[in-house]
T-cell receptor, first 112, second 112 residues
């Protein structure tokens, strides 16, 4: 079946620190992979995506590379800001149908 | 374009009651998915509707049901509420087999 596993939080970092949030997946076929972000009191927003192996998604300084050999899609940012404090969700969409599978989310707090 | 809207935003019900939540997708989007978000379980897929038909269903009891109208608006209903149904219910819309789902802000349901 399809599933996503991401590192548990919460994660607390100082401003300008390097961020990595690990995400691995299990899927049949060739899924598309996503990172969504949820700010307090809001719904989820798409942060970045990658639709095939070796693709790199990037947005707002965040990056993630679709690694088929390790079934991973780790989220990275070189220098976090206080405004990046949010919950981050890794997700996959199977190559057939329109169902998304989400990880349990990783809470990030960035302190000044 | 207006985003996904959900009503009501907050709801308090007592055990045994039933509740109906509403979701209006982005104009032109015909797929609507529902998720239950809880701190311990993350996002769990409830069901997806497309053109008034349920296409996918998650692993939830029959107390959870939904429907979609001809204008793509969707409702979900939970009957015989239990304390464990307290959660944030998120609705997401997308174009058919799109690479992106757009989320609403959610309805926070509290069962007492």
């Amino acid at each position: 079946g399809n599933s996503v596993t991401q590192m548990e939080g919460p994660v607390t970092l100082s401003e300008e620190a390097f961020l990595t949030i690990n995400c691995t997946y299990t899927a049949t076929g060739y899924p598309s992979l996503f990172w969504y972000v949820q700010y307090p009191g809001e719904g989820l927003q798409l942060l970045l995506k990658a639709t095939k192996a070796d693709d790199k998604g990037s947005n707002k300084g965040f990056e993630a590379t679709y690694r088929k050999e390790t079934t991973s899609f780790h989220l990275e940012k070189g220098s976090v800001q206080v405004s990046d404090s949010a919950v981050y969700f890794c997700a996959l969409k199977a190559n057939t149908g329109n169902q998304f599978y989400f990880g349990t989310g990783t809470s990030l707090t960035v302190i000044p | 374009k207006a985003g996904v809207t959900q009503t009501p935003r907050y709801l308090i019900k007592t055990r045994g009651q039933q509740v109906t939540l509403s979701c209006s997708p982005i104009s032109g989007h015909r797929s609507v998915s529902w998720y239950q978000q809880t701190p311990g379980q993350g996002l769990q897929f409830l069901f997806e509707y497309f053109s008034e038909t349920q296409r996918n269903k998650g692993n939830f009891p029959g107390r959870f049901s939904g429907r979609q109208f001809s204008n793509s608006r969707s409702e979900m209903n939970v009957s015989t509420l239990e304390l464990g149904d307290s959660a944030l219910y998120l609705c997401a819309s997308s174009l058919e087999d799109s690479y992106e789902q757009y989320f609403g802000p959610g309805t926070r349901l509290t069962v007492t």
